[in-house]
């Protein structure tokens, strides 16, 4: 039985760990493209995370770019690639809450 309750807790704190990085991994996606949108003033600060953000973001977001044709100036891998963090987190918590 206590096999089991641990088992539990582990499922637990994956699921939680799991669903953390995707939020966050989300919200960076969503910054970067937000910022995307807007000229910022040159600062070393801004620049500091402009680039951390593409660093971070642009890998993802070129697996999206090369499946979808280009539209012109409208890039919707964006919005692709968060819809498939939504549905990946959807599909995580769906796994865990059988084992929890």
Do not use: Q
Not at 38 to 66: A, M, Q
Not at 72 to 78: E, I, K, R
């Amino acid at each position: 039985m206590a096999t089991l309750a641990l088992l539990a807790d582990i499922a637990s704190t994956a699921k939680a760990l799991i669903d953390t990085f995707l939020l966050v991994y989300l919200l960076l996606v969503f910054v970067y493209v937000l910022l995307s949108w807007v000229r910022l003033p040159y600062n070393v600060w801004v620049r500091r995370v402009s680039e951390f953000l593409r660093d971070v973001c642009e890998p993802f977001l070129r697996i999206f770019r090369r499946i979808l044709p280009p539209l012109g100036p409208v890039d919707l891998s964006p919005m692709v690639a968060i819809l498939a963090l939504i549905a990946l987190r959807r599909v995580v918590d769906a796994l865990f809450d059988h084992y929890t």
